[in-house]
């Protein structure tokens, strides 16, 4: 049985892929400079503003704490005693976080990146 591309039972894919290929071969597409361009920031930069947003994430996340501290002290003070431990283990987890983000951030930085690079 003969296909309509010729007794040698190349199938209309591979067919049309050939074609194709050729084609595009033949007219090759010129190079457009991408859309989106981002300019090139030096190394010692790019470290500079991760310790801005790890130090600056690690304190704001400690002011949150203050803040849930002082909100526990007021709710203390008209006695109501479960606003008062709630706010209190938000603040404690706050202060966690806050610390945990603060250390992360100096151990990537000073210790992580100034090592020797993993062996994957």
């Known amino acids: 049985m003969s296909n309509r591309h010729g007794n040698d039972g190349e199938s209309t894919y ?9 084609w595009s071969e033949d007219r090759p597409r010129p ?8 300019p ?4 010692g930069a790019t470290r500079l503003l ?14 949150l704490a203050a803040t849930a501290y002082y909100a526990s002290g007021t709710w ?3 006695e109501r005693g479960g606003a008062l431990v709630a706010y209190f283990l938000v603040g404690l ?3 966690i976080a806050g610390l ?6 100096l151990n990537h930085l000073f210790r992580v990146l100034a090592g020797p690079p ?3």
């Open 76 to 78: 203390g003070e008209i």
């Open 40 to 43: 090139e920031i030096p190394e």
């Open 14 to 22: 591979g067919s049309v892929r050939d074609r194709y290929r050729q």
């Open 118 to 120: 993993a062996h994957h």
């Open 93 to 95: 987890f706050l202060t």
């Open 50 to 63: 991760a310790l801005a947003v790890g130090l600056g994430t690690g304190v704001f996340l400690l002011a």
């Open 31 to 38: 190079r457009s400079g991408s859309a989106i361009g981002m």
């Open 100 to 105: 945990g983000c603060i250390l992360a951030t």
